[in-house]
């Protein structure tokens, strides 16, 4: 594995040629399980929390997640931290994983792992084996092949199949630029279809991590997660399949829903 994919805009060619090919994809619009409106960020949060008791209930045993940074599901972190839910919710039962992560320490202030920890994981008694930031430190390749071991050694075989998934539910906010988790526009980890964790130069001072496509859609559910105006217009055009927003390109092997503030949802 690289030790960083390189950025179409930083002059790389395989970038450029995954752009050429995201604009040249036929993309179909998916059609969700479910689009959820609510009427804002913290309302929003109260339908997602109810919307994971529902998911908890399906099945016994572990209930593994994966989140997402960014501001977004601050509400809903905050909300799951707050004691609201823990006479519903079992928190021994939670495996925590990331879609992304910035490439710095764990208790850095920009980190998604310390912003969920202050917010939610903390407050609630989940198992401190049972939380798995992924690893900053050391040459980022190896921090991305050492994730990519743990999250196989979890799920039990030698590769991912249609019929098991790796995740219970996948958590992912979508950026004013059509990204989710760290899946840049035009960047070649887009095209990354053998490793389920890729490191990441998205052309800013930070380096990260991603979960590539292959982890993110083997789930039981896939949520994305969109809040405010801003965000309006770039959400309707991953909705109607845009290839050239990584977050048009998700898809699950189980459900996909949408969870969205009015403000966000315009016209929905």
Not at 51 to 56: D, G, Y
Not at 113 to 134: D, G, K, Y
Not at 165 to 187: I, Q
Request: glycine share 8%; with cysteine; net charge positive.
């Amino acid at each position: 594995m690289n030790s960083c994919a390189v950025m179409a805009g930083n002059g790389g060619r395989s970038g450029r040629q995954a752009a050429t090919r995201a604009r040249s994809m036929s993309a179909s619009a998916v059609t969700p399980s479910a689009i959820i409106v609510a009427d804002d960020p913290e309302r929003l949060a109260e339908r997602y929390a109810e919307w994971l008791i529902t998911r908890l209930a399906l099945h016994d045993g572990r209930f593994r997640i994966a989140l997402c940074g960014g501001s977004t599901p601050l509400p809903l972190y905050r909300l799951l931290g707050s004691g609201r839910y823990d006479a519903r919710i079992d928190w021994s039962r939670f495996e925590v994983f990331w879609g992304d992560e910035r490439f710095v320490p764990p208790d850095a202030p920009d980190s998604n792992f310390a912003e969920a920890n202050a917010l939610w994981l903390r407050h609630v008694p989940i198992p401190a084996e049972q939380i798995h930031p992924m690893p900053t430190k050391g040459p980022i390749g190896d921090c991305a092949q050492a994730y990519e071991a743990l999250l196989m050694a979890q799920y039990g075989q030698a590769k991912l199949t249609q019929d098991k998934a790796l995740f219970d539910v996948v958590l992912l906010g979508v950026g004013e630029n059509g990204h989710t988790a760290s899946l840049m526009p035009r960047s070649v980890v887009l095209e990354e279809s053998v490793h389920l964790v890729a490191p990441v130069c998205p052309g800013m001072p930070q380096l990260r991590l991603t979960l590539t496509y292959p982890a993110l859609s083997s789930a039981r559910a896939v949520s994305l997660v969109a809040t405010g105006s801003a965000k309006q217009q770039i959400v309707k055009r991953v909705r109607q399949g845009d290839a050239s927003l990584p977050a048009a390109r998700v898809r699950s092997n189980g459900e996909l829903y949408w969870f969205l503030d009015r403000s966000c949802a315009g016209g929905t």
